[in-house]
């Protein structure tokens, strides 16, 4: 029996990429789906040309204009839980920046029933290539960071059977609408960056889920699209976020690890590899993630 898929993406300044993800969208062999395009207020004219891609092709799909730029974890809210609301039976978390092969949403259904897994998500290349972005995830204890299976490999059929994992990305990720009334929603407090990895911990960590990685589902991904690669914008979040990630999540013993190791790391290692404005930032993002975790600000909205 078919199940409804609500596939949420979060439109902010996804003009350039948005013409392929609905073309590739509209030749998936999976067709029981509504997609439901959350704008976050873009400068771009991603809203317009998301409505008249929308008129264009034959599935169905809500569009949801918010009133500022919430973020990505918060737009992601604001479109499950409309998903949710329409009895849609499986949640697609998807990025608009990526190209679907024809069975990608197939395989991936087909994968979470297999495994009885509750999360999955396919092999991803880097756009254009036969390059590997991720083929699922994991932790690195040296320093709390997360790393993507395979990133930067050429796909010689090294990564060709499926496999349980402990961390992906959320930017192509299905999953049961049940998840998110014992796991909860996205945590807000992040704006963006390490708002999946949150979720993803806590749903492996704290409430024993599952998840899979799907080796013939296949999609390439055109990173950064939205935020530009390692800009100002990038680097404070991706600091501010790792410490506020690891206070939260990690045990004391080893968050204290890694606040240390990341505090000598932007004061020893960046200060040579990055631009000192860029330095700057990153010292304080560290500061930041501190006193966000301070506020101890309501973390985990939930849903039915």
Known sequence: MSRKIGIVSVLYNSESVLD?????????????????????????????????????????????????????????????????EDRCDLILLSNNDIAMENTAIEKLVMGLDRHHADLVVPKI?????????????????????????????????????????????????????????????????????????????RALNEKQKTLWYIADSVIHHNESTSTGKMSDFSVRYLWRNLIYFSLKNYNFIYGLYVLLYSYLYINLILYFKYSKKQWIIARKAYKEGLNLYRKKQPIRPTIL
């Open 20 to 84: 392929e993800f609905f073309e590739t969208l509209s030749k998936q062999t999976y067709r029981d789906f509504i997609l439901y395009l959350v704008d976050n207020l873009s400068p771009d004219s991603s809203l317009e040309l998301g409505r008249k891609l929308s008129s264009r092709y034959d599935f169905t799909t809500v569009i949801i204009e918010n009133d500022a730029n919430y973020g990505v974890a918060k737009g992601n809210n604001i479109g499950i839980k409309r998903a949710v």
């Open 125 to 201: 290349y880097f756009y254009g290539t036969n390059k590997i972005w991720a083929a699922g995830g994991g932790y690195k204890k040296r320093n709390g960071l997360t790393v993507q299976y395979g990133q930067e490999e050429e796909d010689i059929g090294q990564f060709n059977e499926d496999k349980k994992v402990d961390y992906a990305p959320t930017c192509f990720m299905l999953m049961s609408k049940e998840i998110f009334s014992s796991v909860g929603l996205m945590d807000e407090n992040y704006f963006v960056y390490y708002d999946d990895t949150d979720f993803v911990y």
